[in-house]
């Protein structure tokens, strides 16, 4: 049984202030023993998709930068180029997406390393020999990292149902090459008769695979199955074959993440912020109603433990009227299937199958 140390929001006083959460798990939950004098820490975080307002705030971040500097650790923010053409597919438009989210020194005190260079070809392949894939391809500063913290906003996620301690390590630090890998089941359908021929799904596929002759007809040869054209559709006419498609997808990110770990062995750490909980993920440039209220902060050093206790306590709140829940609103109920129909929990199975943690948790509050 793997330990999550736990944090509510709510406060009534100085020391009960959220930023100082933050600080107090780090110690908590030890964090302090995994960092020796002079390693290089990854902190890997999502920036946002400009036009997105449900991102983790730099504020956060700060806190753990400050904690990894006083116990003598050298602490640079850091993720990779996204597959998908919006602002941080290559490393110039992600630092000034990073930026115009106040992701700068002067707020953040630390630099920002984009972990697979400026194209996205800066990445190590890493051997996994598992049941997917026999290598991963993920962002070399990543890599070359002594400490990887991983720090993830907890909400939904389009493909893998949870965007948590998973989605942000595995896909997150995915090299372009990589993410391709992790997509490569996704292959979306057109509904032609939602279709109305507006073509914003051309204008977003990174690789120029739907016509637009009268309605969309994408090219399944030359679909890599990023999945953008599916958020961007005004009218949902794009929709994808879950059933095989996403448990691929979440079982090559869990091993994904488990190659990211393979030479950090007691030296990954994980916080998942469960704020701000958004039907899709900060990957789509805005933010719809959260699905519940806001619930608190974990830290862990084992990533499925903190996303199953962080799943687990998504569904044990009541919905918020207004959001996309309207089914399954009562405490106990799966929200997160509701969102996007898809069983969550595959990548967690998964992972415990493969010994990269527990799903069995104790939640220490503290
Ligand atoms: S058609 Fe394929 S490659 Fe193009 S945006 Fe859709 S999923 Fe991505
Ligand atoms: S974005 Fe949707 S409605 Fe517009 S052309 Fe593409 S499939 Fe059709």
Known sequence: MSEVYFAKVGASKHNERLP????????????????????????????????????????????????????????????ANTLYTGQRSNAVDHLNAAALHGFLPAVVDAPIIIADGLTGRDFVEVDVDLKHLKTVKFGAAAY????????????????????GAIKNLGMGLGSRAGKQQMHSD??????????????????????????????AIINQDKCIGCGECLIQCPTKAINVRWDASSKNMQEKMVEY??????????KTFFYNFLLDITPDCDCVPWSGKQIVPDIGIMASTDPIAIDQASADLVNQQTANPGSKI???????DDKIHEVHNIDWDLQLKYGEEIGLGSRQYKIIEI
Request: with cysteine; net charge positive; hydrophobic share 30%.
């Open 144 to 163: 070359h990292a002594d400490v990887i913290g991983a720090i993830s906003h907890f909400k939904c996620h389009v493909v893998g149902g949870i965007g």
């Open 20 to 79: 100082n959460k933050v600080r107090q798990l780090f110690d908590k939950a030890g964090f302090n023993d995994l960092i020796t004098e002079k390693d290089m820490v990854a902190l890997k975080l999502h920036f946002g998709e400009p036009g997105n307002t449900t991102f983790l705030r730099p504020q956060f971040t700060r806190q753990i930068v400050d904690k990894v500097k006083e116990y003598g650790g050298k602490p640079f923010l850091t993720d």
């Open 326 to 332: 309207k089914t399954n609103v009562n405490p106990g």
């Open 257 to 266: 993440t488990y190659g990211v770990m393979k030479n950090k062995k007691d």
């Open 186 to 215: 996704t292959k979306p359908i057109v509904e032609g008769e939602k279709c109305i021929g507006c073509g914003t799904c051309a204008k977003w596929c990174p690789e120029d695979a739907i016509d637009i002759p009268d309605k």
